[in-house]
């Protein structure tokens, strides 16, 4: 599978500069032939929208902050393009998806599905399973160890798989995967991660059990190599061609 595109880890310094330096964040001419009608910031709040699957107060707190200020004009422009932007101001998580049409013709679309692997989905289970526990115990924040998720996958092998190191380097890569999504926060190689507020939106209880059982049915019916991988549309489109 592939996943979307990082914002460049020097962006939030290029911007500081850019804005004390040479920007006015009230002007909306930002370089020569300039016609956009929105200011940087807001700008910078729509390209991101655009890379990531999602923002969040936590992960991306300037961008977050503007879409609350600006969130009209926001939705306005990934309309233009076709998209919708979802909002959970509880959670305080947004992401983009595919408009649909009132009568039920497509639309063009910059956004494809991926799917996510078997491994990659029993992470996304385990997180969300997590993240309700550690609410409902009260913890404002939720963090997870590495071996938990990967002990997790690996009580999902079918009895007749044989080959434990690779499924066990299966597991490993799926973490590193869900962590460059940005589900759980941390660097690939930490030992603990938080779990992102935006996995409960993004997989809601109808797909979740809706997964479990997939996997579960794959489980008894064939070996993990023939395995085909499970969509998680919600969760995973991307920009890209149609």
């Known amino acids: 599978m592939s996943v979307d595109t990082d914002i460049d880890v020097h962006d939030d310094d290029l911007d500081q500069e850019l804005d004390g330096e040479l920007l006015d964040d009230g002007s909306v001419s930002l370089f020569e032939g300039d016609e956009g009608g929105l200011e940087h910031a807001q700008r910078h709040a729509l390209v991101t929208l655009l890379k990531q699957r999602f923002i969040s107060a936590r ?95 690996e009580t999902f092998r079918p009895a007749h798989a044989t080959d434990e190191a690779g499924d066990e380097k299966r597991a490993r890569a799926a973490v590193a995967t869900v962590v460059k999504s940005g589900l759980l926060i941390g660097a690939v190689g930490d ?36 395995e085909a991988d499970v969509p998680l549309d919600v969760a995973v489109d991307e920009v890209g061609e149609g």
Not at 92 to 98: D, G, L, M, Y
Not at 111 to 117: G, I, M, N, P, V
Not at 201 to 223: D, F, H, K, V, Y
């Open 191 to 226: 030992d603990r991660y938080e779990i992102s507020e935006a996995v409960e939106p993004l997989l809601p209880l109808e797909l979740l059990q809706e997964l479990l059982e997939a996997l579960r049915r794959a489980n008894g019916t064939a070996p993990v190599e023939d």
């Open 59 to 153: 992960t991306h707190p300037r961008d977050w902050q503007v879409l609350l200020d600006h969130e009209r004009v926001l939705r306005s422009r990934l309309n233009d393009l076709f998209l919708d932007l979802a909002v959970d101001r509880a959670r305080e998580v947004a992401w983009k998806r595919q408009a649909v049409s009132e009568t039920g013709s497509r639309f063009p679309t910059l956004l494809y599905d991926a799917a996510w692997s078997r491994e990659e989905t029993l992470v996304l289970v385990h997180l969300r399973d997590r993240l309700r526990a550690g609410h409902a115990g009260g913890d404002a924040r939720v963090f997870v160890d590495r071996e938990d998720v990967v002990s997790y996958v």
